[in-house]
């Protein structure tokens, strides 16, 4: 199984870029959808998760405020979208998914292959 995350790149500062996130099965409709984010020599951190099952979403305090998540058609694609970027933002950026209706995602059972988004300044 692989989730497949697209949408990143090259953005300038105080920009947006919008990440998607799709997922190859029906059965991903009981799982927990979110996004992680790695910066470069730094640890992985949980950035937002959406609900498949309860449709309740949840941030991590790296981009609260600044990112939305979001469901879209089919019901399995997840998309991210982050405004006011920094070069903080700059990272390699995962989807991942979990069994179950969770808020903030510490693992996931399924990961995608990561989409780099670099913010220059």
Not at 23 to 48: C, D, L, M, N, S
Not at 75 to 81: E, F, G, K, N, R
Not at 82 to 90: G, H, K, V, Y
């Amino acid at each position: 199984v692989q989730l497949q995350a697209s949408g990143g790149g090259l953005v300038q500062a105080g920009g947006s870029l919008r990440l998607s996130c799709a997922a190859p099965h029906r059965t991903f409709t009981r799982y927990t959808i979110g996004w992680f984010r790695q910066p470069p020599g730094k640890a992985r951190e949980f950035v937002a998760s959406l609900s498949k099952i309860s449709g309740r979403t949840d941030y991590g305090d790296s981009m609260k405020g600044r990112v939305s998540i979001s469901g879209g058609n089919p019901p399995i694609t997840v998309y991210l979208q982050m405004n006011n970027l920094s070069s903080e933002d700059t990272a390699v950026y995962y989807c991942a998914a979990i069994y179950g209706d969770f808020g903030t995602m510490a693992s996931a059972d399924y990961w995608g292959q990561g989409t780099l988004v670099t913010v220059s300044s």
